[in-house]
């Protein structure tokens, strides 16, 4: 099948990766170097996760590791589709590693907790909370995707719970249980499944999809219902949406560049890589539903955001409405909606991330600040941080020259081919959807303005921590680079969709 | 190929060169010294576009590279049209970047000034050359982003960069604008409907399966026909319109330009006179050609459908001409009152797309529509010369007078050089013979005539007059009522005068040789919209006497006011308060938007105070609450006492007895 043949790949650079940062994490006396280290060990992996995208013909299958009666086989599938987003995860997560160290260094100083300790924990639990992400895009199985997802639910709320704001313990359990029941929804129909199935696979060992057609069509239809649900309740749809103001919140800030636009993304992510195929006959039927909750989701995020005057609380409004684009464009159900939502995701990472790290660097510059009406005219204390988020406002409003602009191209692409011939239904998605962009744009820039320009409120320019601006400029500049990058690897994204489609047997 | 070479220095390259101006440090000029060589660069190779375009005639577009798969491509038109349009913008921003860098001197945003104008330029030109839809409306979004940059350069509202007169309100609403309101401004009006226009591309793909414009221009009488079979010829029209209007600042949406004159005077001149504005022309005139030639080519070949998808197009350039009337007008009689300099520039901006867009919406009713776009193509660079002089002639007076108010300023006729040369520009604008103005303003009014459409035709005949008299007003007003006075007035350095002095020359000369190579103009241009028309003009003798006519009364009427001293224009005002007020409000018009925003605000804040809190205090409080509120009553009763225990289990046994006999 691939190219590229090199067995255990993945698995091999992830065990050693963990193993190392933890050896590391005993070894290392100073901090800064465990931030180091950590920066460091995640260029293992993007190396290999590029190997395995872009040197094995587009389709990387890692052998098997795992394999038991029932449950199925264990695997990791790198291809046009997992490998992108996974070098997504691992990039931020890389980025913003750097950025933490400052930040929480402060956080510890500010409430008076023994750094050395606080900040090697930290650093583990940062890791494996982002490494369990890039395993849970990967993996090939329910099982096995379920326990790189509860593996990121701990980790991040324990992150949370003993890093966070505010009423910390109280968020984190919030957290908790919220995205646990959506996980476990899942993992009830996971079971379901693999209880008529045989197994839990997802992909056989080629990397195909396993041929579920003579799954009965009540339990098939149970199944994709429990596991649609639990997927929208990590997305944050409209109605599962009230952990994440919170969470995303009170999280501190480097978690919060993370959970916001890599952890809730999965969910759509999800429902395209796995419920889409397995269940073609219930996703057509759900596509209408879903594609009228994404739209309701992106505006009432948008509306709620408009008003939000906490700066990260707005922030994850704004998630939620970046979600519903999500959504909507995996409800289009064809091949330009797919890109779009693998576009947006990349897309949504990089400008949240920004978004979110600028936030931080506000917090981080002006004691706690996060409070947008005390703000104004930012741009004259921290420039960088302001010319930063700018850019990041961009890239989620879809602005060249940032990726955002081809997810938005897509998108709108995917849902107007789908959509626009279904008569009145379609048309009020569409007009829905157009409402959604103009909420997101009104909201960003309106709110960009409020707090970037606009007369000073505050005395002279801040010198900016070295660490934060030099991440946040990381970012954007890949946020720009992934301009040029995006169309030519949508138009492979498209012949390989088309292909999966062909062997599918065009369904 | 040497073509290609040519193509990417002139519109690639100041992308390029904006990403390098963004990493210099911002030692004095250096930043603006590379924008204006990046700008004389791509100047020299759109010249040598457009010879190679004059010398060899022009065929199918220049591609850099295709992506089949998702129907982009990164191709170039090659035809006359766009080797004009190219050569335009850049020697225009190349000149305006030359005032700039004396204009923006000592300015703290130096280098992000000419980033982002560099990258506007780049922007500019990918829309006047670009094949492929997406790629244009990538330029597309590019230029409303450096617009929305550079409108709010001055990021920190000092007072002295407001537009409009502080403490003005109507209503609620306030008639003045700090820079960071109107960048938002500009970019929701422009950004918002451009998601529509995106739609409408779409749709277009979806139908004919091409995002080419050479593509869709040679099936022209395919894709109307596919469009008006499927019954959604005018949707999609509107979509494709919509975008542009909103660009081109067209009633309703012409709010957003004037606010946008709180940016630097020379931005106002290159993106909100000469240039950005102009893309909404650009791009209309550009599918024009393939609605009017395509509903003709139909009624050959299927004369029923054909007929209705005719009837259709004419309803809707129909509209078009009359919002570009509307336009015309409204602006106009708003400049007649207006106080400040840039105000009424923009104004006469606004109402001179007008004209433009009526002439687009005129074109379908000729028989010739080619030879009417070739007038509003010629009317577009006649405008964009002269008006970009005048905004750059105003960024002298406002320094030198110190004040954006035209009434505040000394008699700027003690400045000879500038106003001698800013004569010449303002007296193209009023439509003077032999100025390059009257000749293509002219062309255009003779198309409103011949289409035989009274209401719009003498909105826009009636216009004529106001033009010539605002604009005249604009220079003369401190003949008559100088403000303080006494001071030297110095004149810029020579290089900076010979800037606007250059445009001066040129709309001048341009008028002189216009009998000579009009026709060839429209020739030329009309080759690139499918029929070239072998009849030059339609020969309106009586529409040329009634715009003269309508022209020296103008004239005539703002010298006997400001310069005669015949009339007391202010006494007329003060009569007649009411109507002053109702035109310097911009017809109130935005009142209507500032509480759309307030609504959309209102709402957002409704929506979080009673739905969004009333579902969390519902599931995450109250639930949580109720279920230890429960728990607590339940636990009472089960409090480990046997006989207790006992007497539920009884009590159990009966019901479920009950239950089972009345089963």
Redesign the interface.
Same mark, same amino acid.
């Given at each position: 099948m691939s190219v590229l043949y090199l067995p255990h790949l993945m698995l091999t650079t992830l065990s050693i990766s963990i193993l190392a940062l933890i050896a590391l994490n005993i070894v290392l006396k100073r901090p800064r170097h465990m931030c180091t280290a950590t920066a460091a060990l995640f260029l293992p992996l993007i190396a290999s996760t590029l190997l395995a995208t872009f040197y094995s013909g587009g389709k990387f299958t890692d052998g098997v590791y795992l394999s038991a009666k029932y449950l199925g086989d264990f695997n990791f599938l790198v291809d046009y589709v997992s490998g992108p987003i996974a070098l997504t995860i691992l990039g931020v997560s890389m980025v913003i590693s750097i950025y933490a160290y400052p930040y929480m260094e402060r956080k510890f100083e500010e409430e008076g907790e023994q750094i050395s300790s606080n900040m090697k924990l930290f650093y583990v639990l940062y890791y494996i909370f982002s490494i369990s992400m890039y395993g849970s895009v990967i993996s090939t199985n329910f099982a096995e995707f379920y326990l790189f997802l509860e593996v990121g639910l701990i980790s991040s709320f324990i992150l949370i719970n003993n890093y966070g704001y505010g009423d910390r313990r109280k968020i984190a359990l919030?957290y908790f249980v919220w995205t646990h029941i959506g996980a476990v929804l899942f993992l009830v129909g996971a079971l379901a499944f693999g209880y008529y199935e045989g197994s839990l696979n997802v992909f056989g060992s080629g990397g195909n999809i396993v041929y579920t057609g003579e799954l009965m069509q009540s339990v098939a239809k149970a199944v994709f219902a429990l596991m649609l649900v639990g997927m929208l309740v990590k997305a944050a749809a409209l109605?599962f949406h009230?952990?994440l103001p919170?969470a995303h919140a009170e999280a501190p800030t480097p978690i919060s560049a993370l959970l916001s636009p890599l952890l809730i993304g999965i969910g759509p992510y999800v429902i395209f890589r796995f419920l889409y195929p397995l269940f073609p006959a219930q996703f057509g039927d759900a596509r209408l539903l879903l594609a009228v909750w994404g739209a309701l989701t992106i505006v009432?995020g948008g509306?709620?955001?408009?008003?939000?005057k906490d700066f990260k609380r707005f922030l994850a409004y704004s998630s939620i409405s970046q979600m519903g684009y999500l959504i909507i464009s995996v409800a289009a159900g064809n091949i330009?909606g797919f890109?779009g939502l693998i576009l947006h995701y990349i897309a949504h990472a990089f400008g949240k991330a920004i978004l979110f790290a600028s936030a931080g660097s506000v917090i981080y510059h002006e004691n706690g600040l996060r409070d947008m009406r005390q703000m104004g005219?930012m741009?004259?204390t921290l420039p960088m941080t302001g010319n930063t988020a700018l850019l990041g406002f961009?890239t989620i409003?879809g602005?060249?020259?940032t990726i955002g602009?081809w997810s938005?191209?897509?998108i709108?692409?995917g849902v107007?081919?789908a959509f626009?011939g279904m008569g009145a239904e379609g048309l009020a998605i569409?007009a829905l959807l157009?409402i959604g962009?103009?909420?997101s744009?009104?909201y960003s820039?309106?709110r960009y303005?409020e707090v970037?320009?606009?007369?000073?409120k505050f005395g002279a320019r801040k010198k900016e921590d070295p660490f934060i601006i030099g991440s946040l400029i990381t970012l954007a500049i890949l946020a720009i680079a992934l301009f040029i990058v995006a169309?030519?690897y949508?138009?492979?994204l498209?012949?390989y969709l088309?292909s999966l489609k062909a062997l599918a047997g065009g369904a | 190929m040497a073509l290609n070479a040519y193509y990417f220095l002139a519109i690639i390259q100041p992308?390029i060169a904006s990403a390098i101006i963004a990493l210099l440090p911002s030692k004095r000029k250096l930043p603006g010294l590379v924008s204006v060589a990046s700008l004389f660069i791509s100047t020299v190779s759109s010249g040598l576009v457009l010879y190679f375009i004059l010398e060899k005639g022009f065929s199918g577009p220049i591609s850099f590279g295709d992506? %089949? +798969?998702?129907g982009?491509s990164l191709s170039f038109l090659y035809d006359s049209y766009t080797g004009i349009m190219m050569e335009l913008v850049s020697f225009l921003s190349l000149i305006i970047g030359i005032y700039s860098l004396y204009y923006m001197d000592g300015d703290e945003g130096f280098t992000r000034y000419f980033m982002y104008f560099t990258f506007f330029v780049g922007?500019m030109m990918l829309v006047v050359s670009a094949d492929n839809l997406?790629l244009l409306?990538?330029g597309w979004?590019?230029t409303?982003?450096a617009s929305?940059a550079l409108i709010?350069h001055w990021?920190?509202?000092?007072k002295e960069r407001m537009i409009g007169e502080e403490g003005r309100y109507v209503a609620n609403t306030p008639m003045f604008s700090? %820079? +960071?309101?109107s960048?938002?401004r500009a970019?929701?009006f422009t950004?918002?409907p451009d998601?529509?226009m995106?739609?409408g591309i779409?749709?277009l793909?979806?139908m004919t399966g091409t995002f080419s414009l050479s593509v869709l221009l040679k099936s022209s009488s395919n894709v109307v026909g596919i469009l008006a079979r499927a019954g959604i010829l005018v949707p999609v029209m509107s979509l494709l319109s919509i975008g542009a209007l909103a660009k081109s600042a067209q009633f309703p949406f012409h709010e957003w330009l004037v606010t946008a004159m709180t940016g630097p005077t020379p931005v106002s001149a290159l993106i909100h006179a000469a240039t950005m504005v102009k893309a909404g022309v650009y791009y209309m005139v550009r599918i024009t050609p393939i609605f009017a030639y395509g509903a003709k080519e139909l009624m050959v070949t299927d004369p029923i459908l054909g007929q209705t998808a005719f009837s259709q197009i004419q309803e809707f350039y129909y509209v078009l001409m009359i919002i570009g009337a509307i336009t015309a007008f409204a602006l106009a009689t708003m400049a007649l009152v207006a106080r400040e300099a840039k105000l009424i520039l923009a104004y006469s901006t606004g109402s001179q797309l007008g004209f433009m867009f009526a002439g687009i919406g005129a074109s379908i009713f000729s028989s010739h529509p080619s030879l009417v776009l070739s007038f509003v193509v010629a009317h577009l660079i006649a405008h964009a010369v002269f008006k970009a002089g005048l905004f750059l002639g105003a960024g002298i007076y406002i320094h030198v007078g110190e004040s954006r108010f035209i009434d505040e300023w000394p008699n700027i006729h003690r400045m000879r050089v500038t106003t001698s040369l800013n004569w010449l520009l303002t007296l193209s604008l009023a439509g003077l013979p032999p100025f390059i103005g009257f000749w293509t303003k002219d062309a255009l009014v003779e198309s409103y005539i011949a289409t035989g459409l009274l209401l719009p035709t003498s909105l826009l005949v009636v216009t004529i007059l106001f033009t010539a008299f605002y604009s005249t007003r604009y220079l003369l007003y401190t003949e008559r009522y100088p403000g303080k006075d006494g001071e030297l007035l110095h004149e810029p350095p020579a290089y900076v005068a010979s800037t606007y002095g250059l445009l001066a020359i040129l709309s001048i000369l341009l008028g002189i040789m216009w009998p000579l190579f009009g026709q060839k103009l429209s020739m030329f241009v009309s080759q690139s919209f499918i029929e070239v028309p072998h009849i030059l003009a339609e020969g309106e003798t009586t529409a040329v006497a009634v715009s003269l006519a309508l022209v020296l009364t103008g004239i005539a009427l703002s010298f006997s006011a400001y310069y005669l001293k015949l009339i007391d224009s202010k006494s007329i005002i003060s009569k007649l308060p009411s109507l002053n007020n109702f035109l310097r409000d911009r017809w109130w018009i935005n009142v209507f938007y500032y509480n759309i925003g307030l609504a959309?605000?209102r709402?957002?804040?409704v929506?979080?105070?009673s739905l969004?809190k009333g579902?969390?205090t519902a599931?995450?409080y109250a639930l949580p609450r109720g279920t230890s509120v429960f728990s607590k009553y339940i636990r009472k009763p089960l409090n480990g006492d046997t006989y207790n225990y006992m007497l539920y289990f009884l009590l159990s046994v009966v019901v479920m007895l009950l239950i089972l006999i009345f089963m």
């Open positions: 919030l109605g009230l952990w919170y009432y509306l709620n955001a408009l008003f939000e330009y890109i005219g741009l004259k961009f409003t602005m060249p020259p602009f938005e191209l897509f709108v692409r107007v081919e626009y569409i157009f962009f103009s909420l744009i009104s820039f309106y303005k970037f320009q606009g007369p000073p169309p030519v949508a138009n492979y498209t012949g088309n | 992308f992506l %089949p +798969s998702i982009f922007s997406i409306f990538l979004e590019g409303g982003l929305y709010g990021r920190h509202d000092e700090f %820079p +960071s309101m960048g938002l970019l929701l950004r918002i998601v529509l995106l739609v779409i749709v793909y979806i959309f605000l709402i957002g804040e929506t979080y105070n969004e579902l969390d599931i995450n």
